[in-house]
């Protein structure tokens, strides 16, 4: 059965909110709506919906004028297995020791690497993203350079990939939080696959707001794979969670954005000590 989408771009939060609230009234009902910002500084927000019914376009072509939103691109999908595919096409990755790799592909696991195993069901944050494997490849580095990671969190962890990187190399626990439930559930679910099951501690967390994070402070090393906007806002959180000569790891910045980040971090006493680029998108190694 084919399903549907509709999509459309605004200036704004406040405007983008408000016309996601808005889609959340048509005739069918979207099953989900989500408004996003678009991450290059063009201060435009995306706003879009999923539909089991093709949607009606006449009233999407009303919310639009009526909220200066571009017109809906609307789209029909064809039924999918999407487990399958990501099985397809997600191959194994390897970031400096680290193999990531989902259940499908458990035969092709090497001799002397560090296995975390992510299955396609939980695809987001599984190391084929260029983001993922430029914290990987900065965590293996630190390591081979003689720094033992003994306070570890990852904020916005997602999979917690590399919360589960950092306890496979180090002896003491880390704290993986993120701020959707789902995503914390999804990584104590990984957590336990990768048999880890007390060596990584999943929490919800806003950055660094949860009694777990709080009273582990502070860190000798903290990931944040997000995005510039979320990363920005951290910085001061960031430099009062991270001990003297910490050291964080900073990706989901595009090549463009890494000299902001940088210059925002050295405000707050946190400075440059590794970039890598992977396609697109930048890592950033810091230490306070």
């Not at 001990?243 to 440059?272: F, H, M, P, T």
Request: charged share 20%; proline share 6%.
């Amino acid at each position: 059965m084919p399903t549907y989408t509709a999509l459309t771009t605004l200036p704004g939060k406040a405007p983008a909110e408000a016309l996601g609230e808005a889609m959340e009234r048509l005739n069918p009902e979207p099953t989900g709506v989500g408004v996003f910002e678009i991450e290059d500084d063009s201060g435009l927000w995306e706003v879009g919906a999923y539909f089991v019914e093709a949607p009606d376009e006449a009233g999407l072509a009303v919310l639009a004028a009526a909220f200066d939103a571009k017109p809906f691109a609307i789209s029909e999908l064809p039924e999918t297995d999407w487990v399958a595919k990501v099985k397809r096409e997600l191959a194994p990755v390897e970031a400096g020791r680290f193999f990531v790799y989902g259940s499908h592909d458990a035969d092709q696991v090497p001799e002397n690497c560090e296995p975390l195993l992510i299955e396609a069901a939980m695809a987001f944050g599984t190391g084929h993203h260029g983001t993922t494997q430029g914290c990987l490849r900065a965590l293996d580095r630190l390591d081979s350079e003689g720094f033992t990671g003994l306070n570890v969190a990852d904020i916005g962890c997602g999979t917690a990939v590399l919360a589960m990187g950092a306890a496979r190399i180090w002896p003491n626990p880390a704290l993986a939080g993120d701020i959707d439930p789902v995503a914390v559930e999804v990584a104590a679910a990984n957590v336990k696959v990768n048999d880890l099951d007390g060596r990584v501690k999943c929490v919800v967390a806003a950055g660094f707001g949860a009694p777990e994070l709080e009273a582990a402070a502070p860190f000798d090393l903290v990931f944040a794979n997000i995005l510039k906007g979320p990363l920005i806002d951290l910085a001061p959180d960031m430099a009062s969670n991270l001990q003297e000569g910490g050291y964080a790891i900073l990706s989901g910045i595009l090549n463009e954005q890494a000299d902001e980040v940088i210059a925002v971090y050295a405000q707050n006493g946190i400075n440059l000590a590794y970039r890598e680029e992977i396609g697109e998108w930048t890592t950033l190694t810091l230490k306070k």
